[in-house]
């Protein structure tokens, strides 16, 4: 009996260590693989947004334009005088070199361009032209960076005036407008 009970006690104890250190060692779970990080996956290609979000694609001016613009960001018109022959098809192209006025270009009567301008006030809805018959020709208001084109046929033969009718501009951005006889 002696031994057996010896040798049994002997045998769980050698069972106990190697349990003991396989816990120890092997035994405990080793700690999860860092996985790679999944690699950053791109977000989808951004759509350009649907065109009529998009600002209006800029305007051109044609070769044959008569090319005006504001004096850097003063309220001036960088030409006093614009010429064209009585009854020809116009072409004026208004470069808004400007970054931060708006402007326009609007081709009215001789003597009307300050009334022309105060009735405009009230219209900013139309870019800031009434509708009068003294307005001949217009560009739309164009913004600062951007160009407004007006395209017309030259009025008979005589002066007029042109002048930007965003508020507070006529008094320093006017020109005149000349029809030659042809
Ligand atoms: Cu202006």
């Known amino acids: 009996m002696r031994p057996t009970m010896m040798g049994l006690m002997v045998f769980s104890g050698i069972i106990g260590v190697t349990l003991m250190l396989s816990l120890a060692c092997g035994g405990a779970a080793p700690p999860a693989a860092t996985t790679a990080p999944a690699a950053t996956v791109r977000p989808a290609a951004t ?12 305007v051109a001016c044609a070769a044959d334009a008569r090319v005006i613009g504001p004096v850097g960001e003063t309220l001036k018109f960088d030409k006093e005088k614009l010429t064209a022959k009585a009854g020809s098809a116009v072409t004026v192209c208004f470069k808004n070199i400007s970054t931060v006025n708006q402007h ?4 009215v009567k001789q003597g009307t361009k300050d009334t022309v301008a105060v009735a405009g006030i009230a219209a900013a809805a139309t870019g800031y032209v009434p509708v009068s018959p003294d307005v001949l ?29 965003f508020p507070g501009h006529n008094a320093t951005m006017f020109g005149e407008f000349e029809a030659t006889t042809p």
């Open 137 to 165: 020709a217009k560009t739309a208001l164009v913004n600062a960076g951007q160009n407004g084109v007006a395209t017309f046929t030259a009025p008979a033969a005589g002066k007029y005036q042109y002048v930007c009718t």
């Open 104 to 107: 326009n270009w609007v081709l």
């Open 47 to 58: 759509t350009p947004p649907a065109a009529a979000t998009q600002p209006p694609a800029a």
